[in-house]
């Protein structure tokens, strides 16, 4: 090879995802199908500009899932295991079980010794903890139903290689064949193996307790961050060489050591040094997939490979949507959860390669299978387009057939339509002050478990009219608006404006360009979510520092009505960046010249953050009468 190949491959790699990513984000694809399609381009199967020696391709991928799975692991809690331990063991024990099972029968009738159907069984099972989380974040899917139920099976799936790789070797019915790269345990029997495996296994844990910790608090104390991300690459490195030297993969690994420190002191200064890094290499992980796409071998036999892509993803996705319905997911949440994980995973390369050394799978078979699971990776994307874009809008009524809308039983002077972490806090501050209400939620899985917890919710769109008139919106004067879809706010919006205009509607914005299109739909009371605690944040900073207390109060009000004065000018200016930038240029110095003035002032103006300007000139006109 060239001195200078190494920066070819660079290059390379860095130009295909600079060029094909934005397109693809530009058409609707996503990052993770761009990245794929990439590498199905410059790798050796088409441009031949990577991998040329059949090699280099997976040694990125491998790199990319060992810093990928590593952060993965310290961001898991051990209390979060355990508050997810039974969708963990429960669901993801059974997935892989029964997927196993099932795959293995099939291979069986297909005449494949047991030994090869049973490492085919197991593989096949896993799914690509890379994409799947990667889509699902893109999608804002990970803190829905079927994101957590994903994360779980995937988190078993990673747990379950250690015995996988252990048990490998017992399925030989010959000795491992010869191979140029030695590891420690190549010339131990089976049974030998199994235990230097475990053991690997369990120095990680311990030396991550008992080891790691006390070093990385020696390394913290010479308060030299770049030692400090050195270390955590170190450490990195040298679990993913003592991982290879015992026939594992130097990912699993990584992700046990991920795992032990995550309730560490240093965990979040490690996630922090890494995190930057994250982002890049699952980029050339997902590449070094489309470029291990073997296209020849696929053009040889096109209607075999086809065919067991399609049945592989159909087997295992009526096997996660049996599991999920046993569960009691809701039908889309299952939908999605079951196309998300009907691929098979980035393991799968590696148990292929270790079952193929160990004399299990014949290489033409494994060679086969390999460019199967590539392109069941490949596809997801794109089946998890289809089920959000084509499946999930056409499956929308039967859905609501198989849950039909709650019957009401109350009318109330508000109602409240989305009940998420937002809206429970408005509805338990208008209960506690003896203000009935209304609530209504689309969510099926959220209404059950508010249910359980003595909460009356009614299960529903609140964007149909015919429901809104089920809720009394004829005779209700408020309607608050809270759900987490900033298109769904809109769209209940112009239903209210358009059916129910007595109705006076506060509306949650997510965010300031969601402030703006309400605002421009003619909303008045907008209220942003996190506007509140941000002030709330910097009133508590402001007397720490010393500030009086009414003097920081009075300076968070008055910035809270000129914020709110310029976000209504704003919004009509969104549509004209030039513009938009000028504005909030002059309006950022006129805030702080305002507050500056502030102890300038008379007495009553100092009051401007609290009272109207309405209020103020009637008391300077003597014309203000008090209440009392």
Known sequence: MHGDSFFFQALVYLTAAVVSVPIAKRLGLGSVLGYLIAGALIGPSVLGLIGAEGQDVMHFAEFGV???????GLELEPALLWRMRAAIAGLGGLQVLVTAAVVAGLALLAQIPWQAATALGLTLSLSSTAIVLQTLNEKGLMKTAAGQSSFAVLLFQDIAVIPMLAIFPLLASAPASA??????????????????????????????????????????????????????LLLVIAIAVLMTQVGLSPALGTFLAGVVLANSEYRHELVSDIEPFKGLLLGLFFISVGASINFPLIAQSPGLIAGLVAGLMLVKGLVLFALGKFFKMSTNQNLTFAFALSQVGEFAFVLFSFATQQNILEERLAGTMVAVVALSMALTPLVMMFNEKILLPRMGTKTRDERAPDAIEEQSTVIIAGFDRFAQTTGRLLKANGIATTVLDFDSDRVDLLRKLGLKVYYGDASRRELLHAA??????????????????????????????????????????????????????VYRETLDTALRMGLDAMQLLGLRAYRAQRAAKIFLNHDERILRELAQHYADNKAYLNVVRQRIVELEELIKADDAESDLDRDAGWDSDALREEVRAGTFKSPE
């Open 472 to 525: 009394g919106a004829e005779h209700a004067r408020l309607i608050i608006i809270a759900f987490d879809d900033a298109e769904k706010n809109l769209a209940l919006v112009h239903t209210v404006q358009k059916h129910f205009p007595h109705l006076q509607m506060l509306v949650r914005a997510l965010d300031r360009p969601d402030a703006y299109q309400l605002l421009n739909a003619g909303l008045g009371r």
């Open 179 to 232: 191979s140029e790269d030695h590891t420690w345990i190549s010339t131990l029997p089976g049974w030998a193996q199994t235990l230097v495996v475990l053991g690997a296994v369990a120095l990680i844990v311990l030396g991550g307790r008992f080891i790691v910790r006390p070093a990385f608090r020696f390394i913290a104390q010479t308060r030299l961050l770049e030692i400090f991300t050195a270390a955590a």
């Open 66 to 72: 060992v810093m990928m799975l590593f952060v993965i």
